[in-house]
């Protein structure tokens, strides 16, 4: 999208925010390695590098900024699914981080980038506002889940959400580590980059189940068979 007038109504500037921001996911998906400088993202966005400035006050603002719209995307489906009449399976809320976080090729990159990001290079206010929005989405997510898993103990959900992430990004740096070719044959502690989505939910699924107090190996729970 190029957009080269000056937005002036909220609604013009609600989407000139969105186009720096999609601009950068696209240098992202093209090079997950690597993190597009302003300038760049200014060019593939079709605005001046100033313009881009005036959203974000460095690239490292205008990654958090997609990182959290990542995350946003991702707990609007879940409290979708969570707010729905329909029984809730662990199958359906595992098919929600692959839909929302593994097929989604910038997610990973890009959150195992910020989190380093929030302890050095983001402003110390700019990172305690960005965790207070997390903070509230995750309880309003934890609050979901307590109230359709009743094994879970009160509170018991946003831990939960906490240990999942926790898994899905060790697991992914795991497997991002490991090239093919520098895997051998029989090095059973390896997770090769194709394996990771099988392999994450997998873990996902014991860790739901174990926190369910299930120990059956089923892969579907609803919340009325949980309770």
């Known amino acids: 999208m190029v957009i080269r007038q000056r937005a002036i109504a909220a609604e013009d500037k609600h989407e ?3 186009a720096i921001l999609d601009a950068a996911e696209r240098l992202l998906a093209r090079a997950p390695d690597r993190m597009a400088n302003v300038a760049e993202v200014a060019d593939e966005a079709g605005l001046a590098k100033g313009t881009v400035y005036l959203y974000f006050d460095s690239k490292d603002a205008l990654l958090l900024a997609l990182h ?3 995350l946003d995307d ?3 489906a879940m409290g979708a ?10 199958d359906r809320l595992v098919g929600l981080v692959r839909t929302h976080i593994v097929a989604r090729e910038t997610f990973l990159p ?3 980038r910020c989190f380093g990001l929030l302890g050095t290079e983001v402003p110390r206010e700019a990172a305690a506002a960005f965790r ?3 903070a509230e989405r995750l309880a309003t997510a934890g609050a979901h889940l307590d109230r359709r898993f009743p094994r879970l103990s009160p509170g018991a959900g946003v831990a939960l959400l906490r240990h999942s992430y926790a898994l899905i990004l060790g697991l992914w740096q795991m497997s991002a580590a490991n090239a093919p070719a520098s895997i051998e044959a029989d090095d059973t502690c390896a997770i090769r980059p194709g394996d990771y ?7 996902l699924h014991n860790l739901w189940l174990g926190s369910l107090g299930i120990g059956a190996p089923s892969t579907v729970v609803s919340a009325e068979r949980a309770a």
């Open 197 to 203: 989505p099988d392999e994450l939910s997998r873990a």
């Open 81 to 90: 699914v969570l707010e729905a009449p329909e029984p809730v399976t662990i």
């Open 68 to 70: 959290e719209r990542h």
């Open 110 to 112: 890009l959150a195992t």
């Open 132 to 134: 207070a929005r997390m």
């Open 16 to 18: 000139r925010f969105h």
């Open 74 to 76: 991702f707990f609007r």
